[in-house]
């Protein structure tokens, strides 16, 4: 179980300003905090608000790169930003995402072949997210086929079952599980899978206690990363507890400190 | 055909045994362990980029309880170490010599530092080959001897033992201070062996590089299986990308097997177990071909017939087995 740092995203304004600025200080400050917490990715999304979305990429990426080697998520609906990153990106990335839409799939999974970059595939499709188990499975099935087609190892694709509040649909927690479950039996080896972990909270009174209970509960389930809050301490000695628990890491009395050293 | 092959990501650190003058030391020679991409000699699935070592003991006294049918072969050398170490190395074939103070230990002789310091300058003098010291045993006398010899030592890259969880500043410090390797011993636990390394690696981290494991063995019919599943947990570990575990292993075999009385009974006391000198070496030599399968990277070898069966065996080992 990996957690994908979340933090550098247009969403919030410290980095929108950022962006609008050009001033790398926020986004080389969150790339060094959320590596020091233990990320193993960091995502960078450059927000809704950015005018050129692909300058406003490649500019992310590049002062990323200069605070950071951890491998970078690149984080947009518009492919051509996300090519724009790759195209200078040091390591592999990953890409975050893809819907199960034909046509995306067809320019995401060649993008990704021809970069060697892992793929972040959802649980949906035009017809939006499904509400039960079955459904999403099925969408699973085909972003697996994709993969696949385009002779990509599976255990690069990361199937995201998508993730909703509990205070919008409390059913879907459940529908969620059983979806790791599945995913995990779909072909071997799997396909890893992940997601957003911080929906599960929205416009909740107690996010961080959710967020915690949630993931733990997700791992038990086949969860392998999560886009989420690496500088939630306790969230990542949550990891850390859990990956001990389900025999991922072996026991020290000091595992804790070794989940922030090994960035896992 | 096609053949399923495992693939790991994690690889065991290398570790450098010894000094030549080039890196001041005064070593003929350095030698390499661990650096494996694979399990013990699946030499198709990744690499064995160096052999796994017999290193033969040396004691700095006469050991009085070793029996005649190991004695024997010492007779000439006993009671000086660097003739000692000498023999094992040019007419035994000992990769390297694991030279150990047992006179320092306050319940037999008590000997001095300096008098440690002096016979670890002859063995130093008297062969090339990189070497392994132990005190007696004793931790508070062990914390008193061992940082004058690695300071008389500086720059050799003696492969020092041991540190273990409740004592291991000293000996971390020594080698940090006068550029030594450590062997970290844990008792049979995993868990321990883990720790004992982050302990070690929070003193510099360059320690990490610098350590060898000494899961603590046991004699076949003595618990060998609880040490062979420990070491290979310890492996899988280190493949699968554990880098705190990933470190080579060393283990006292000799030590183990010499007290037991499959090795040191005679015929005459067990009727039917057959001869002393075939037994107790093929006791020493199967624990160890067992442990190497668990991939022990240095084995403690006392008896030379072993020492020479082992060594055999490795060659063998260490040939290309891809199946296809």
């Known amino acids: 179980m990996i957690i994908i740092g979340e933090r550098i995203n247009g969403m919030f304004s410290d980095i929108a300003r950022a962006i609008r600025r ?17 990320a193993a990715y960091l995502d960078l999304n450059v927000g809704p608000a950015a ?23 690149l984080d947009s609906t518009d492919y051509d930003a996300i090519a724009a990153g790759l195209e200078i990106c040091k390591g592999p990335a990953m890409i975050n995402s893809v819907p199960a839409v034909q046509e995306k799939m067809d320019r995401v999974f060649a993008m990704a072949a021809r970069y060697g970059a892992e793929i972040i595939g959802l649980a949906m499709n035009e017809t939006g997210v499904p509400r039960d188990a079955e459904s999403r499975v099925a969408l699973a099935v085909e972003l697996v086929a994709n993969c696949d087609a385009h002779a990509i190892p599976i255990d690069k694709l990361y199937i995201d079952p998508i993730v909703l509040p509990v205070n919008v649909g409390q059913d879907q927690g459940p529908a969620v599980f059983e979806t790791l479950r599945q995913i995990k039996l779909l072909s071997d080896p799997p396909p890893k899978t992940t997601l957003g972990l911080s929906n599960i909270s929205q416009g909740t009174k107690n996010r961080e206690l959710i967020n915690r209970i949630f993931v733990v509960m997700a791992m038990a389930c086949g969860l392998d990363s999560a886009i989420g809050d690496a500088c939630d301490e306790e969230l990542v000695k949550a990891v850390a507890t859990a990956r001990i628990l389900l025999n991922k890491d072996i026991y020290c009395d000091s595992y804790v400190k070794i989940f922030y050293n090994q960035g896992r | 055909m096609e053949i399923y092959k495992e693939k790991y990501r994690g690889q065991v650190r290398e570790v450098v045994l010894g000094a030549t003058s080039a890196d001041g030391g005064t070593r003929s020679h350095t030698l390499k362990v661990g650096g494996e991409t694979a399990l013990p000699f699946l030499h198709f699935e990744g690499e064995i980029p160096n052999r796994p070592l017999i290193a033969m003991d040396v004691w700095d006294m006469v050991p009085a309880d070793w029996p005649d049918n190991l004695k024997v072969f010492f007779a000439d050398v006993y009671g000086d170490p660097a003739a000692w170490a000498k023999k094992c190395v040019d007419v035994y074939g000992a990769d390297l010599v694991a030279l150990r103070f047992k006179s320092a230990d306050p319940e037999i002789r008590d000997a001095s530092a300096e008098d440690c310091v002096a016979v670890l300058k002859k063995v130093l003098a008297a062969v090339g080959v990189p070497l392994i010291v132990y005190g007696c045993g004793k931790g508070d006398k062990d914390n008193d001897i061992m940082g004058p010899l690695a300071e008389a030592a500086e720059g050799e890259n003696l492969l020092l033992g041991v540190a273990e969880p409740e004592n291991y500043r000293s000996l971390a410090g020594a080698a940090m201070a006068y550029k030594h390797s450590i062997i970290a011993q844990s008792p049979i636990d995993i868990n321990i062996a883990k720790q004992l390394n982050i302990l070690i690696s929070e003193m510099s981290n360059s320690l990490l590089d610098r ?30 990308g554990d880098r705190i575990l990933a470190m080579p292993t060393i283990g006292n075999v000799g030590n183990e097997v010499w007290s037991k009385k499959e090795a040191t009974g005679s015929a005459g006391e067990h009727p039917g177990w057959g001869e002393q000198l075939e037994r107790s070496l093929a006791w020493e030599a199967t624990t160890a071909m067992a442990l190497l399968q668990a991939g022990m990277d240095i084995l403690v070898i006392r008896h030379p017939h072993a020492a020479a069966l082992l060594k055999q065996s490795i060659d063998g080992l260490m040939r290309d087995n891809n199946p296809l």
């Open chain 1, 51 to 73: 005018a050129d979305r692909v300058a406003a990429m490649r500019w992310l990426v590049e002062v990323t790169q200069e605070a950071s080697k951890l491998p970078l998520c």
């Open chain 1, 22 to 38: 050009r001033d790398p200080g926020p986004v080389q400050e969150w790339a060094r905090r959320q590596e020091a917490m233990g």
């Open chain 2, 211 to 240: 350590i060898v494991i000494d899961p603590t063995v046991a004699a076949l019919g003595y618990g060998l299986e609880y040490s062979y599943s420990i070491m290979e947990r310890i492996r899988i570990g280190s493949l699968s």
